[in-house]
């Protein structure tokens, strides 16, 4: 700063581009708002989270009824040690559609294991679990009435 014979200040400004001139400058800027997180983010990553974790244990389940069901041979003893029967799981229509049943159950939850991983990245995407919620509902329901279906024709 200077100062002058009659009392006055100058100041002594640099120079300014041209581009920047008459522009104003940015208070709100992508990075700024990206960084804000919702107060509830946590707790729905954790139910998601949770969500996939009951699938996967659901799958194991599933897959592990369906394989094992599958795969039953057995002989057995009718009255005597020499009167005997072998049985597997296709004798019987309840254990055949219990294989199938299971079957597409294992198959739906394998299927629904990408959606349950949307919902851990974007907690707060709202399409993927009202996919998962609708379609769960449709599958409960379905092997509802498949079952009551094939008793039925049996």
Do not use: W
């Amino acid at each position: 700063m200077a100062t002058g014979k009659n009392g006055e200040t100058a100041i002594n400004m640099p120079e300014t581009k041209a581009s920047v001139k008459g522009t104003a400058p940015l208070l709100n800027s992508s990075k700024v708002v990206s960084t804000v997180e919702h107060p509830n983010r946590g707790v729905k990553k954790g139910f998601a989270i949770g969500d996939f974790v009951l699938r996967l244990c659901a799958l194991g389940a599933a897959l592990g009824a369906t394989v094992a069901m599958g795969n039953a041979d057995q002989v057995l003893p009718f009255f005597t040690q020499f009167l005997q029967f072998e049985a597997q799981y296709d004798d019987f229509d309840t254990f055949r559609f219990f294989v199938m049943a299971m079957g597409m159950v294992s198959g739906y939850l394998f299927i629904s294991l990408p959606f349950s991983i949307i919902g851990i990245i974007r907690p707060f995407a709202t399409k993927p679990r009202l996919f998962l919620v609708i379609f769960d509902s449709v599958n409960s329901t379905h092997t509802i009435y498949i079952y009551i279906y094939i008793y039925e024709l049996f």
